[in-house]
C-alpha cells in the first residue's frame, strides 16, 4: 500500500503517493559548476525551460548564485537581476522554484510568480522562515556543513545519517514554531554538500531514515563531482539513480538532463505500480 504523500505549493498540490516529479534546474549563472554561462541570456533560459517542462519537469528551479563547493557570493541587487525576467515569463505556465538563500531574493521571487523558496541553508535565517510563513509558499530545508565556499574542505561526522536527520528535524522544528504549515516543508538531505564520497553514497543508501514527518524528499545528485569518484560519467549514473533514489523513497529528483531522467522516473513507476 501507499502511503499519502502531499506537497503544498501556493500554485497546486503535489500528491506524491504513487508519483514523484522531476526539477528541472534552471541556473542564470556564470559560475555553476554544470551549466554556468549557458542561460544567462533571458530568452535562452525561458525557452531551455520551456523544452525541460516538455520533456517532463514538472518544477522549474531557477538559481542566480552558484552553491558550488567554493562558490563566491553575489550581491541581492546582481542575484535579483539575473532571476527576476525569467520567473515573472515562466511564472503564468509552470511551478517555479527560486533557489536562493537571501530572504529578500525569495520574497521578491514570490512576488513575481515562484511558487517554491529551495534553500540550501535549511530555512536556518528567520526572516526566511518568516517569508515562507506569510507569502503561503511551499519550501525545501536542505542540509549543508559549512557554506559553499568552504563545505569541501574535509567534511566530517561521527554518524551522518544521524547528525543529517538530527539537522532536519531541527529544521522542522523551527518552521514549524514559526508558524508554517508542515504540509508546505519538503526535505533534501543535500547531497554534495559538505560531504565525502562516502558520506554521499551512506545517504543514498538509507534515504528513507532520514525523513522527518512523513514530508517529501528532494534529491539532487545530478552531475555531482561525487559520481566522478565511482564512475567517469556522470549523465547516465544520475539517470540509474533517479530510479533507485525514486524507489528507496525520493519524491522530487533535481536535475539538469530532464528527458532520459524522467522516461527512467516513469518506467521506475511502472513497475513499482
Known amino acids: 500500500m501507499h502511503r499519502l504523500v502531499l506537497w503544498k505549493t501556493s500554485h497546486r498540490t503535489f500528491d506524491f503517493t504513487a508519483h514523484a516529479a522531476i526539477m528541472g534546474v534552471l541556473n542564470v549563472t556564470p559560475d555553476s559548476f554544470s551549466d554556468g554561462g549557458q542561460w544567462l541570456d533571458v530568452d535562452a533560459a525561458v525557452a531551455h525551460a520551456q523544452a525541460m517542462a516538455a520533456d517532463g519537469a514538472e518544477i522549474i528551479d531557477v538559481g542566480g548564485e552558484s552553491t558550488r563547493p567554493g562558490a563566491e557570493p553575489v550581491s541581492e541587487v546582481e542575484e535579483l537581476r539575473r532571476v527576476l525576467p525569467v520567473i515573472e515569463r515562466?511564472?503564468?505556465e509552470h511551478v517555479v522554484s527560486i533557489d536562493t538563500m537571501k530572504p529578500a531574493v525569495a520574497r521578491a521571487a514570490v512576488a513575481a510568480g515562484?511558487?517554491?523558496?529551495?534553500?540550501?541553508t535549511g530555512l536556518r535565517d528567520?526572516?526566511?522562515?518568516?517569508?515562507?510563513?506569510?507569502?503561503?509558499?511551499?519550501?525545501?530545508?536542505?542540509?549543508?556543513?559549512?557554506?559553499?565556499?568552504?563545505?569541501?574542505?574535509?567534511?566530517?561526522?561521527a554518524d551522518v545519517m544521524a547528525e543529517v536527520r538530527e539537522s532536519l528535524r531541527q529544521a522542522f522544528d523551527a518552521c514549524l514554531a514559526s508558524g508554517i504549515d508542515p504540509m508546505?516543508?519538503?526535505?533534501?538531505?543535500?547531497?554534495?554538500?559538505?560531504?565525502?564520497?562516502?558520506?554521499?553514497?551512506?545517504?543514498?543508501?538509507?534515504?528513507?531514515?532520514?525523513?522527518?514527518?512523513?514530508?517529501?524528499?528532494?534529491?539532487?545528485?545530478?552531475?555531482k563531482s561525487f559520481l566522478g569518484g565511482v564512475v567517469e560519467d556522470r549523465a547516465w549514473p544520475t539517470v540509474a539513480l533517479t530510479s533507485l533514489l525514486r524507489e528507496r523513497g525520493a519524491q522530487v529528483l533535481r536535475v539538469h538532463d530532464v528527458k532520459p531522467n524522467a522516461q527512467a522516473l516513469r518506467m521506475t513507476e511502472a513497475i513499482l505500480g
Open 184 to 223: 508546505r516543508l519538503a526535505l533534501d538531505p543535500g547531497i554534495g554538500f559538505g560531504k565525502t564520497l562516502e558520506h554521499n553514497l551512506a545517504l543514498l543508501r538509507g534515504l528513507e531514515s532520514v525523513r522527518i514527518g512523513r514530508r517529501p524528499l528532494v534529491v539532487g545528485v545530478s552531475r
Open 114 to 120: 515562484a511558487a517554491i523558496i529551495n534553500d540550501v
Open 126 to 157: 528567520p526572516a526566511m522562515r518568516d517569508v515562507v510563513r506569510e507569502t503561503g509558499v511551499a519550501a525545501i530545508a536542505m542540509h549543508m556543513q559549512g557554506e559553499p565556499r568552504t563545505m569541501q574542505r574535509a567534511p566530517t561526522y
Open 90 to 92: 515562466l511564472a503564468t
